[in-house]
Structure formats: structure tokens, C-alpha cells
């Protein structure tokens, strides 16, 4: 089974600071894709990859950055925290050609809390 | 734009009940649908799919019809157990848009008592 990872299941940063969440994922998928989770607005997309060193944003990007130097890893960065982007952070992957109709795999999500 | 519509939660209903989750959705070509799980704590898994109309996806005893003419995705289960607590969302991939990303739902908390 695909498996994607983030390295953290809990965070709490204080305003201002940098902070990075990483995801890596295990089968080789082309796709990788960053979401914040709140309640009453469901998933919102902050950023995707298709492929090493390319970025696209999403419907949300502001206040973020990524970096994808490897196939399998996609870090998502907040350049300076703040309480607004207290949230649960989901990464997924997927593959590429037509398999938009496999679904995504998710990581367990990393819930942030900036104070 | 594409867009998923579900049914506001929460949804409470006692263990062997009947269950329905309203998805509706509007996209400008040929979406595939999906319904993905979420426990508590947890990420969200994939629970079943469908790529055409007409198509029923299943899984755990839970199924869905891709209904076009009436641009529905309805999740179902005949007997919910505890266990089914979860978030549920709905989602689509359009692949005509020329990506590969999702829409999804805002989610329906089930919550199913003993």
C-alpha cells in the first residue's frame, strides 16, 4: 500500500517563526498536494507539485510557500506563523495519466497550532 | 467552477439505523466521484468511487450511484455500526480541467450511538 508520512502529528509555533511541515510518500507518485482542513470550510488546497522543482498554486496560497527538491518528499512552509494558520495540515499523493479516478492517498495530517 | 455540495452535519443516528449523506456536485465535463472517510485523528481514506454515470461504487456496506441527470452522489448504508463515527466527505476529479485536483465537500460528521 502507498503510504505518505508527515513527519508530525502535532506542532505548536509561536507567531512569527518559520515553520516547515514535510511529507513523504512511498510509491513513486508523480502528484503531491498540501491542504489545510477547518471546520464548516472542509479541505481547502494551498499547493500541489506534478513533478521535482514545480509548484502550482492552489486556491489558498497566501502566506505559504513549498519546495519539492525530491520525487517523494513535498514540504509545505510557513515563511512567518500566524494564529490565522492554526489548522490541520493534510498532505496526499497521487499518480499521474488517468489515474485521477484512483483517488488520493493521505497522510495522517499534522494539526498546527500557532500561539 | 467545479463544485461539491453535501449535507450539513451532524447526522446522529442510533446503531443498525439507515443512512443517507446528501452529495450534490456541478462540473463543466466528465468528473469521476469519490467518498473519503475520516476518523478521529486521522487523515482522510479513500471509501468507494465511481468514473461514470451510472456507476455504483461499494465498500464496507457502504455504496453510491453516479447519478447525472440529477448531478448526485449519495452516500448510503443499510445498517450503521459505532464504528462508522467518522467524517465523511465528498469529492470530485474532473479531468477535463486539465489537473489533477480534487473538490471536495465541507463534510458530514456521522455520529452513531450505541
Known amino acids: 500500500d502507498v503510504k505518505v508520512t508527515q513527519s508530525s502529528r502535532y506542532l505548536v509555533k509561536r507567531t512569527g517563526e518559520k515553520v516547515f511541515l514535510e511529507c513523504v510518500q512511498d510509491?513513486?507518485?508523480?502528484?503531491m498536494f498540501w491542504y489545510r482542513q477547518d471546520p464548516g470550510l472542509g479541505l481547502r488546497l494551498i499547493y500541489f507539485?506534478?513533478?521535482?522543482?514545480?509548484?502550482e498554486k492552489g486556491d489558498i496560497p497566501e502566506g505559504y510557500s513549498v519546495s519539492r527538491e525530491k520525487k517523494e518528499r513535498f514540504s509545505l512552509i510557513l515563511e512567518s506563523a500566524s494564529t490565522n494558520q492554526t489548522s490541520m495540515y493534510l498532505c496526499?499523493?497521487?499518480?499521474?495519466?488517468?489515474?485521477?479516478?484512483?483517488?488520493?492517498?493521505f497522510g495522517s495530517g499534522t494539526r498546527l497550532t500557532v500561539v | 467552477g467545479d463544485s461539491v455540495t453535501q449535507m450539513e452535519g451532524p447526522v446522529t443516528l442510533s446503531e443498525e439505523a439507515f443512512l443517507t449523506i446528501n452529495c450534490t456536485y456541478t462540473?463543466?465535463?466528465?468528473?469521476?466521484l469519490f467518498w473519503y472517510v475520516q476518523y478521529p485523528g486521522e487523515g482522510l481514506q479513500l471509501l468507494l468511487k465511481?468514473?461514470?454515470?451510472?456507476d455504483k461504487g461499494s465498500n464496507k456496506g457502504f455504496e453510491a450511484t453516479y447519478r447525472k441527470e440529477t448531478t448526485s452522489f449519495h452516500l448510503e448504508k443499510g445498517s450503521v455500526q459505532v464504528s462508522d463515527s467518522a467524517v465523511y466527505f465528498c469529492?470530485?476529479?474532473?479531468?477535463?480541467?486539465?489537473?489533477?485536483?480534487?473538490?471536495f465537500g465541507t463534510g458530514t460528521r456521522l455520529k452513531v450511538l450505541a
Open positions: 496526499a499523493s497521487s499518480s499521474l495519466g488517468d489515474r485521477p479516478s484512483y483517488g488520493y492517498t
Open positions: 510509491m513513486d507518485h508523480e502528484n
Open positions: 507539485s506534478y513533478d521535482v522543482k514545480m509548484k
Open positions: 462540473a463543466t465535463g466528465y468528473p469521476s
Open positions: 465511481a468514473t461514470k454515470a451510472d
Open positions: 469529492a470530485l476529479s474532473d479531468p477535463t480541467s486539465g489537473t489533477y485536483k480534487y473538490i
